[in-house]
Nanobody
């Protein structure tokens, strides 16, 4: 069983920064990809950023140039550095991991961490 635990959420004013962390119970190399998603009130969950096992990064257009995804392979921790935050970034942020084994895709989620950006 894979466990993902997010931390680092909180309240910040517009223009501020936060860094989210996701501690995984398994090596990143056991996953095909890991990423961050978010869900704002009344909206569907959406992709924020993803990093493949090979290290390639993909970002949602809305966060390009402001957010950076990274990982520490030694500590099994993934990060999301969020700069120039705006109220539109207010959401619960979820850590995600995907593993494909023998043709079966398994998706894992953390419990989420709330980010609130005030104007």
């Amino acid at each position: 069983q894979v466990h993902l635990v997010e931390s680092g959420g909180g309240s910040v004013q517009a223009g501020g920064s936060l860094r989210l962390s996701c501690a995984a119970s398994a090596s990143f190399f056991s996953f095909d990809s890991m990423g961050w998603y978010r869900q704002a009130p009344g909206k569907q969950r959406e992709l924020v950023a993803v990093i493949s096992s090979g290290g390639s990064e993909t970002y949602a257009d809305s966060v390009k140039g402001r957010f950076t995804i990274s990982r520490d392979n030694a500590d099994y921790t993934m990060y999301l550095q969020m700069n120039s935050l705006s109220p539109e970034d207010t959401a619960v942020y979820y850590c995600n991991a995907v593993r494909v084994e023998f043709g079966t895709t398994r998706t894992y989620w953390g419990q989420g961490t709330l980010v609130t950006v005030s104007s």
